[in-house]
């Protein structure tokens, strides 16, 4: 038997690429090699369904049910956002979408929801209990909250009022570069996000994540807040496989 049959496939939805692999659960880590196809333009449901089918197919061996990542709220299926996406999606069944496209059991999930569950099983948070919430610093701010390693979904706490903004048109990472923002005025914005999620929420543990959570080491510990916050381990690889555990 091939190593990646009957394993789940993770696939994640970006502005950019549509990523997927087969995922190992009990390793937490791809079970073969992942495969990229470019975002099409416009990303519309139905051509993104085609570049999903063209996925799956350059992923003979894995032949278990297939998790995918959104970005925007998804509820039961169901997209109810497109901040960053085509319009639309909103109110696109994807789960029914996908799984006629693919003729497979497909199970949609918000992008950063996914990121929240691998971090919480396999990385990060890993054993940790009580509240941890997720955090993505990218174009926006994606939010994941678990409790005692249970997702509460589309929490979108990049959405929070913020020095009288949206947060995450001030805190995000396309913020910091956009205004040039050294990493000491960056993480003073991001203190008062973080404390703004302190005492709204009172969470055991925040974790961060996104692509420049490789430099946390340059801003995580100028960010003045009590509750511990450490950086997201598994990187570009969550998505992929929350989407694979959120199927399983």
Same mark, same amino acid.
């Given at each position: 038997?091939?190593?990646? !049959?009957?394993?789940? =496939?993770? %696939?994640?939805?970006? $502005?950019? @690429? *549509?990523?997927g692999a087969a995922v190992d659960l009990q390793a937490?880590?791809?079970?073969?090699?992942?495969?990229?196809?470019?975002?099409?333009?416009?990303?519309?449901?139905?051509?993104?369904?085609?570049?999903?089918?063209?996925?799956?197919?350059?992923?003979?061996?894995?032949?278990?049910?297939?998790?995918?990542?959104?970005?925007?709220?998804?509820?039961?299926?169901?997209?109810?956002?497109?901040?960053?996406?085509d319009a639309s999606w909103i109110g696109t069944d994807a789960d029914a979408l996908f799984s006629e496209?693919?003729?497979?059991?497909?199970?949609?999930?918000?992008?950063?929801?996914?990121?929240?569950?691998?971090?919480?099983?396999?990385?990060?948070?890993?054993? !940790?209990?009580?509240? =941890?919430? %997720?955090?993505?610093? $990218?174009? @926006? *701010?994606?939010?994941?909250?678990?409790?005692?390693?249970?997702?509460?979904?589309?929490?979108?706490?990049?959405?929070?009022?913020?020095?009288?903004?949206?947060?995450?048109?001030?805190?995000?990472?396309?913020?910091?570069?956009?205004?040039?923002?050294?990493?000491?005025?960056?993480?003073?914005?991001?203190?008062?996000?973080?404390?703004?999620?302190?005492?709204?929420?009172?969470?055991?543990?925040?974790?961060?994540?996104?692509?420049?959570?490789?430099?946390?080491?340059?801003?995580?510990?100028?960010?003045?807040?009590?509750?511990?916050?450490?950086?997201?381990?598994?990187?570009?690889?969550?998505?992929?496989?929350?989407?694979?555990?959120?199927?399983?």
């Amino acid at each position: 038997m091939d190593l990646n !049959e009957h394993h789940p =496939v993770g %696939v994640d939805f970006g $502005g950019s @690429g *549509i990523k997927g692999a087969a995922v190992d659960l009990q390793a937490g880590d791809f079970a073969g090699e992942r495969v990229r196809i470019a975002t099409p333009s416009p990303s519309t449901p139905e051509r993104v369904a085609q570049v999903l089918v063209d996925l799956l197919a350059q992923l003979p061996d894995a032949d278990g049910p297939v998790g995918v990542t959104v970005p925007g709220v998804v509820r039961h299926g169901v997209v109810g956002s497109a901040a960053n996406i085509d319009a639309s999606w909103i109110g696109t069944d994807a789960d029914a979408l996908f799984s006629e496209a693919t003729g497979r059991t497909v199970r949609t999930v918000n992008d950063a929801d996914a990121a929240g569950l691998a971090e919480v099983r396999f990385g990060a948070a890993r054993g !940790e209990s009580g509240l =941890v919430i %997720v955090t993505t610093l $990218g174009t @926006g *701010i994606g939010s994941a909250f678990l409790y005692d390693g249970v997702l509460v979904p589309n929490s979108e706490l990049g959405h929070l009022e913020l020095d009288g903004a949206v947060a995450e048109s001030r805190a995000a990472n396309s913020a910091r570069e956009r205004e040039s923002l050294s990493w000491e005025q960056w993480a003073e914005r991001l203190t008062r996000y973080y404390r703004a999620l302190e005492q709204l929420f009172s969470p055991d543990l925040l974790v961060v994540g996104g692509g420049v959570s490789k430099h946390a080491a340059s801003f995580l510990p100028l960010i003045g807040i009590d509750t511990p916050i450490v950086p997201a381990t598994l990187r570009n690889r969550a998505g992929i496989i929350g989407a694979a555990l959120n199927v399983s």
